[in-house]
């Protein structure tokens, strides 16, 4: 007998005509917010990478990614270790990895994290969150080229209900930036207590 086939969920990719879509414009106020980074790297490092929810290799923007705590920022980069690794994170990981915050001026934002933005791109939360990171990559690549001219997708961090800003160097956006290094992941008393409360083990 043929296998049962399994089912499946659509997944929604920008459509053709999403440039023209009415996508409503949020202004993000001016706030400072944290990040998590190689202490080799500077704070305000750029880029595109293809392990970053919204980074396509065919942006026209480098991006950053920064949350609004240190808690939320220690899950977006070791909650894939909490989960899968049976709380163990590779000490070669931690080691090294700093804490900063980072002063962000207002910006317009496409706030996929509420209800109205995702309905006017035509797009649910599944699509946005798949393991198949081509996908969320595709509708990271349509905001940055719509005429809207977003700065930053605002987005909820897929381990903790809280928002993330995924910014965006247009219009010279990393010269209006103020990063301000708060210390080493391991000196700092807050991310030794967040081990703690996971009982994470550095191995």
Same mark, same amino acid.
């Given at each position: 007998?043929?296998?049962?086939?399994?089912?499946?969920?659509?997944?929604?990719?920008? *459509?053709?005509?999403?440039?023209?879509?009415?996508?409503?414009?949020?202004?993000?106020?001016?706030?400072?917010?944290?990040?998590?980074?190689?202490?080799?790297?500077?704070? !305000?490092?750029?880029?595109?990478?293809?392990?970053?929810?919204?980074?396509?290799?065919?942006?026209?923007?480098?991006?950053?990614?920064? *949350?609004?705590?240190?808690?939320?920022?220690?899950?977006?980069?070791?909650?894939?270790?909490?989960?899968?690794? /049976?709380? &163990?994170?590779?000490?070669?990981?931690?080691? *090294?990895?700093?804490?900063?915050?980072?002063?962000?001026?207002?910006?317009?934002?496409?706030?996929?994290?509420?209800?109205? &933005?995702?309905?006017?791109?035509?797009? /649910?939360?599944?699509?946005?969150?798949?393991? /198949?990171?081509?996908?969320?990559?595709?509708?990271?690549?349509?905001?940055?080229?719509?005429?809207?001219?977003?700065?930053?997708? +605002?987005?909820?961090?897929?381990?903790? /209900?809280?928002?993330?800003?995924?910014?965006? #160097?247009? #219009? *010279? !956006?990393?010269?209006?930036?103020?990063? +301000?290094?708060?210390?080493?992941?391991?000196?700092?008393? &807050?991310?030794?207590?967040?081990?703690?409360?996971?009982?994470?083990?550095?191995?």
């Amino acid at each position: 007998m043929p296998s049962k086939v399994k089912p499946a969920r659509t997944l929604r990719r920008p *459509g053709t005509d999403f440039d023209t879509r009415m996508i409503p414009v949020t202004r993000q106020p001016e706030r400072t917010w944290f990040r998590v980074h190689r202490g080799a790297a500077s704070a !305000l490092d750029f880029g595109i990478h293809d392990h970053r929810r919204f980074s396509h290799g065919s942006c026209p923007y480098p991006l950053l990614y920064v *949350g609004p705590s240190i808690q939320t920022c220690l899950w977006e980069v070791f909650g894939d270790d909490i989960f899968q690794n /049976d709380c &163990t994170i590779a000490i070669s990981k931690w080691t *090294g990895r700093c804490f900063s915050q980072i002063t962000v001026p207002e910006l317009k934002v496409c706030a996929i994290s509420t209800e109205r &933005t995702r309905e006017a791109m035509a797009v /649910d939360k599944t699509s946005l969150l798949d393991d /198949d990171l081509s996908i969320p990559q595709e509708w990271g690549l349509s905001v940055q080229k719509h005429s809207a001219g977003f700065e930053a997708i +605002k987005y909820t961090s897929r381990f903790v /209900d809280q928002p993330c800003l995924a910014l965006f #160097d247009r #219009d *010279g !956006l990393k010269s209006k930036l103020k990063a +301000k290094l708060l210390g080493e992941l391991e000196n700092l008393d &807050t991310a030794v207590d967040w081990l703690h409360e996971r009982k994470a083990a550095l191995v």
